[in-house]
Nanobody
Framework: QVQLVESGGGLVQAGSSLRLSCAAS????????MGWFRQAPGREREFVAT????????YYADSVKGRFTISRDNAKNTVFLQMNGLKPEDTAVYYC?????????????????WGQGTQVTVSS
């Protein structure tokens, strides 16, 4: 089992950048696919990006392609989400997730562990 702690959120203006971090502990980090999801008030949690455990293939929601980049540093047991060109519609709580047997990168139920989330607010 792995524990996850997100950090790096904040209040920024549209067009700005943020880098989110997710520190993992309690498990073998390299055994987990790592994903980012987000949830805005009144909306369901939605997929943002995932990086796989072995090949480190990356997957992105259409809404963030070309703006967000997911990466991982296995030596630091950390996954990152670099967010550029932020838009007001990116405002949400961002959650880090870990899964050992993820078959559908966008499926919430395929992930085993979740962090508490970090707030990202983008003003116009």
């Amino acid at each position: 089992q792995v524990q996850l702690v997100e950090s790096g959120g904040g209040l920024v203006q549209a067009g700005s950048s943020l880098r989110l971090s997710c520190a993992a502990s309690g498990g073998t980090f390299s055994n987990y696919h790592m994903g980012w999801f987000r949830q805005a008030p009144g909306r369901e949690r939605e997929f943002v990006a995932t990086i796989t455990r072995i090949t480190r293939s990356t997957y992105y929601a259409d809404s963030v392609k070309g703006r967000f980049t997911i990466s991982r540093d296995n030596a630091k047991n950390t996954v990152f989400l670099q967010m550029n060109g932020l838009k007001p519609e990116d405002t949400a709580v961002y959650y880090c997730a870990a899964g050992r047997f993820v078959s559908d990168m966008e499926r919430i139920a395929d992930y085993d562990s979740w962090g508490q989330g970090t707030q990202v607010t983008v003003s116009s």
